[in-house]
């Protein structure tokens, strides 16, 4: 009897309090995927209750359910994908979710164990490439940025070395195994590799990397909505959470060059 | 078009690298494995040379060279292929693991091949007096010779196969075609045509085997 008597005051006192601390409290749910995703909003959450914005975050693991979700108005935003991946799922699946801001990018960067700087590249030189459809075209994409080969085009996200229309170094490419990439350095002249393996093969992607995916990669992680919610205040309040220095900070210090913010 | 993703000229590459990587890799394979599959039979027991301790060790390097998958073989020997063969990439960096892979095995076909001889041939050779390197020079390896050819084939069919795999170290060829644009990319045309030349190619060869064989046979 006591518990019932006291539980409803209980809930008003605690709801007093909120009310107090945050005039108007919104709930806002986040699908992501556990790293880093998951913990930047983790880092994020005390600074936007504070705003009056309760994070709810759900950690999923697949790429399919957090749009599908977002598309079925059971989730309003997810945290776990790029835009190339984006454009493709909304092709697919016939849905309209847009991008609100982007975060931070896994960066993907050129090695060499035989020049010190882009320039000093010879004609003819031997550039290994993974040679799986997407990261392939994502370091021929890194390449035509650096201006050394041209595309035929431009935006493709599955060109393969193919589709090189120019390359005035007479460039040469070798498409092997992502994962091996680290191991042959010596024998080429370039290597284009994803962070992940960089790290695992001992590189630092910032102090070792020729030239790496900025902040303008077309691969950068992005918040993702609905176009009905893309105005949402709470929305925006999270996008603006995600890209303060305190993120950046956050990111520089824990992932130590292996994601960088791209904002 | 049914074959709009093929590209011809890339095909022919393909083809050649292949070619090379199956040619010298087989080359370097009997170059080794002979060698190696008389020593393995002369040492056993009850041979010429019967020799336990070398035939142990050498027959312990032949297992575990055998046992180790060709993917993993082809990334760990990636440096001692450096120091061997210049590089590790390519066709060039192809052809040392394949052959650290197919010279045990067709050093053990060798082997078998000169324990299926009949005894009284080198018996004989004893008799008259010859050393064992002149009874193996004259008398083994001759009567071997049609199992030894038929040993050949088998194990530049295992080349063909096994050079499938080079892709991993940007070693090209049918194989690594096949599986980057047939597989990957979902361009089943390029798939086909690949593997159609390597059934072709490995038609090839054992007919031309089974000829050599029987004209080996006749005499």
Same mark, same amino acid.
């Given at each position: 009897?006591?518990?019932?008597?006291?539980?409803?005051?209980?809930?008003?006192?605690?709801?007093?309090?909120?009310?107090?601390?945050?005039?108007?409290?919104?709930?806002?749910?986040?699908?992501?995927?556990?790293?880093?995703?998951?913990?930047?909003?983790?880092?994020?959450?005390?600074?936007?209750?504070?705003?009056?914005?309760?994070?709810?975050?759900?950690?999923?693991?697949?790429?399919?359910?957090?749009?599908?979700?977002?598309?079925?108005?059971?989730?309003?935003?997810?945290?776990?994908?790029?835009?190339?991946?984006?454009?493709?799922?909304?092709?697919?699946?016939?849905?309209?979710?847009?991008?609100?801001?982007?975060?931070?990018?896994?960066?993907?960067?050129?090695?060499?164990?035989?020049?010190?700087?882009?320039?000093?590249?010879?004609?003819?030189?031997?550039?290994?490439?993974?040679?799986?459809?997407?990261?392939?075209?994502?370091?021929?994409?890194?390449?035509?940025?650096?201006?050394?080969?041209?595309?035929?085009?431009?935006?493709?996200?599955?060109?393969?070395?193919?589709?090189?229309?120019?390359?005035?170094?007479?460039?040469?490419?070798?498409?092997?195994?992502?994962?091996?990439?680290?191991?042959?350095?010596?024998?080429?002249?370039?290597?284009?590799?994803?962070?992940?393996?960089?790290?695992?093969?001992?590189?630092?992607?910032?102090?070792?990397?020729?030239?790496?995916?900025?902040?303008?990669?077309?691969?950068?992680?992005?918040?993702?909505?609905?176009?009905?919610?893309?105005?949402?205040?709470?929305?925006?309040?999270?996008?603006?959470?995600?890209?303060?220095?305190?993120?950046?900070?956050?990111?520089?210090?824990?992932?130590?060059?292996?994601?960088?913010?791209?904002? | 078009?049914?074959?709009?993703?093929?590209?011809?000229?890339?095909?022919?590459?393909?083809?050649?690298?292949?070619? @090379?990587?199956?040619?010298?890799?087989?080359?370097?394979? *009997? !170059?080794? #494995?002979?060698? /190696? =599959? %008389?020593?393995?039979?002369?040492?056993?027991?009850?041979?010429?040379?019967?020799?336990?301790?070398?035939?142990?060790?050498?027959?312990?390097?032949?297992?575990?060279?055998?046992?180790?998958?060709?993917?993993? @073989?082809?990334?760990?020997?990636?440096?001692?292929?450096? *120091? !061997?063969? #210049?590089?590790? /990439? =390519? %066709?060039?960096?192809?052809?040392?693991?394949?052959?650290?892979?197919?010279?045990?095995?067709?050093?053990?076909?060798?082997?078998?091949?000169?324990?299926?001889?009949?005894?009284?041939?080198?018996?004989?050779?004893?008799?008259?007096?010859?050393?064992?390197?002149?009874? *193996? !020079?004259?008398?083994?390896?001759?009567?071997?010779?049609?199992?030894?050819?038929?040993?050949?084939?088998?194990?530049?069919?295992?080349?063909?196969?096994?050079?499938?795999?080079?892709?991993?170290?940007?070693?090209?060829?049918?194989?690594?075609?096949?599986?980057?644009?047939?597989?990957?990319?979902?361009?089943?045309?390029?798939?086909?045509?690949?593997?159609?030349?390597?059934?072709?190619?490995?038609?090839?060869?054992?007919?031309?085997?089974?000829?050599?064989?029987?004209?080996?046979?006749?005499?």
């Amino acid at each position: 009897m006591f518990l019932k008597k006291i539980a409803p005051a209980l809930a008003l006192s605690v709801a007093a309090v909120f009310a107090a601390t945050a005039a108007h409290a919104e709930k806002l749910s986040v699908a992501a995927t556990p790293v880093p995703h998951a913990e930047l909003l983790e880092f994020v959450k005390p600074t936007l209750a504070k705003q009056g914005v309760e994070l709810d975050i759900k950690v999923f693991t697949d790429y399919v359910q957090p749009n599908q979700q977002v598309a079925d108005g059971q989730i309003d935003v997810n945290f776990f994908q790029h835009l190339p991946y984006l454009d493709s799922f909304n092709k697919e699946h016939k849905t309209k979710l847009v991008a609100v801001g982007q975060v931070h990018v896994e960066p993907f960067g050129a090695y060499s164990s035989k020049i010190k700087d882009i320039k000093d590249l010879k004609d003819g030189a031997q550039v290994a490439l993974p040679n799986d459809p997407s990261n392939g075209a994502r370091a021929l994409l890194l390449l035509q940025k650096q201006g050394l080969i041209k595309l035929k085009d431009p935006g493709n996200i599955l060109a393969t070395s193919r589709d090189i229309v120019e390359n005035p170094k007479k460039l040469k490419f070798r498409e092997l195994e992502a994962a091996t990439l680290p191991r042959v350095l010596p024998d080429v002249d370039v290597a284009l590799i994803n962070t992940n393996y960089a790290l695992e093969a001992g590189l630092n992607p910032v102090k070792d990397a020729l030239f790496i995916e900025g902040s303008d990669s077309p691969y950068a992680n992005i918040v993702v909505t609905t176009e009905a919610k893309r105005k949402d205040p709470g929305i925006k309040k999270l996008v603006q959470a995600l890209n303060s220095a305190e993120v950046k900070q956050f990111i520089n210090d824990k992932y130590k060059g292996a994601i960088v913010p791209a904002f | 078009m049914i074959f709009g993703n093929i590209d011809w000229p890339l095909i022919g590459e393909a083809t050649i690298d292949t070619l @090379l990587m199956t040619g010298f890799s087989l080359f370097f394979t *009997v !170059l080794i #494995g002979l060698p /190696l =599959g %008389v020593i393995l039979f002369l040492t056993s027991r009850h041979q010429m040379l019967d020799n336990a301790p070398v035939y142990q060790v050498l027959s312990f390097i032949v297992n575990v060279l055998r046992s180790v998958p060709f993917l993993i @073989l082809l990334i760990v020997m990636i440096p001692m292929t450096r *120091v !061997l063969a #210049g590089t590790s /990439l =390519g %066709v060039q960096g192809a052809i040392p693991p394949l052959v650290a892979s197919a010279a045990p095995f067709f050093a053990r076909l060798v082997e078998n091949v000169l324990r299926e001889l009949d005894p009284g041939v080198s018996e004989a050779c004893r008799a008259m007096g010859a050393n064992s390197r002149q009874t *193996v !020079l004259m008398a083994l390896i001759p009567e071997a010779t049609t199992g030894i050819v038929a040993a050949v084939i088998v194990t530049a069919i295992a080349l063909v196969g096994y050079s499938a795999m080079s892709g991993v170290i940007g070693g090209g060829g049918l194989g690594d075609l096949a599986l980057r644009f047939g597989y990957q990319r979902y361009q089943t045309d390029v798939m086909i045509v690949t593997v159609v030349i390597l059934v072709v190619m490995v038609q090839l060869l054992q007919v031309f085997g089974d000829r050599l064989v029987a004209r080996l046979n006749r005499k």
